[in-house]
């Protein structure tokens, strides 16, 4: 079955770092999520994205955040300046068209804010 | 999106049948039932989803109230590898294209 694949699988940073999230996503797929899980907690959603825009976002998805579709099949996000609660386990999800919208989810990256 | 009940965790033994509920009395007609896991250290996992007709597939079977107020996953023969959190989420695909999900219920297997 086809799969979402994430890189890298952990990241390290220091507090006030960019970093840069990759994600490909399912190739006939159209629209595209970022989620984050923080230890312990539940998975919240980040942002959607279709037809190269945003299409949703969360509060927690501020102007330290950004998505890109660079090409034809990645997916990033982009935290400008990393704070330490910006640790998390980040999943990339993509689903294909159709009202029941079933995701897709990729193993995740896991990103420490040192 | 309409809010979902689930316990907190349930334990079963492998080879045993599971059946874990989802409470959702606000559940609107045009909203889905969708269950998703995710087992440890890994990224949600589609496991099934219905609308009002009980559903089967090959990792779980869906039952829905009658009133769909309420449903009911099945695993038939849980193995190990079924320990995870389980997600019942209700979405309206119309609206949004987003899922949200809550804190579901941690299933353990035992050998």
């Known amino acids: 079955e086809p799969e979402v694949t994430q890189t890298p699988s952990h990241q390290v940073t220091q507090m006030g770092q960019e970093v840069i999230l990759r994600c490909v996503p399912i190739s006939n797929h159209l629209y595209f999520y970022w989620y984050r899980q923080i230890l312990g907690q539940k998975v919240e959603f980040l942002v959607s994205f279709y037809n190269n825009e945003i299409s949703e976002k969360s509060e927690i998805f501020d102007d330290q955040f950004s998505v890109e579709r660079p090409d034809g099949s990645n997916f990033t996000l982009k935290i400008r300046s990393t704070k330490l609660e910006d640790s998390a386990m980040y999943f990339c999800?993509?689903?294909?068209?159709?009202?029941?919208?079933?995701?897709?989810f990729g193993s995740g990256t896991q990103l420490s804010v040192l | 999106d309409a809010k979902t009940t689930q316990p907190n965790s349930m334990e079963s033994n492998e080879e045993e049948p599971v059946h874990l509920p989802c409470n959702h009395s606000?559940?609107?007609?045009?909203?889905?039932i969708h269950w998703y896991r995710q087992l440890p250290s890994q990224g949600p996992e589609y496991v099934i989803h219905?609308?009002?007709s009980n559903v089967n597939n090959r990792m779980a079977s869906l039952a829905i109230a009658e009133d769909r107020k309420s449903s009911t996953l099945i695993l038939h023969r849980a193995t190990l590898r079924d320990a995870a959190v389980y997600y019942c989420?209700?979405?309206?695909?119309?609206?949004?294209?987003?899922?949200?999900f809550g804190t579901g219920t941690l299933l353990a297997v035992q050998p």
């Open positions: 606000t559940i609107s007609g045009t909203d889905y």
């Open positions: 999800a993509s689903s294909g068209q159709g009202i029941l919208k079933k995701l897709f």
């Open positions: 219905g609308l009002t």
């Open positions: 989420i209700l979405h309206y695909g119309g609206a949004t294209n987003k899922l949200i």
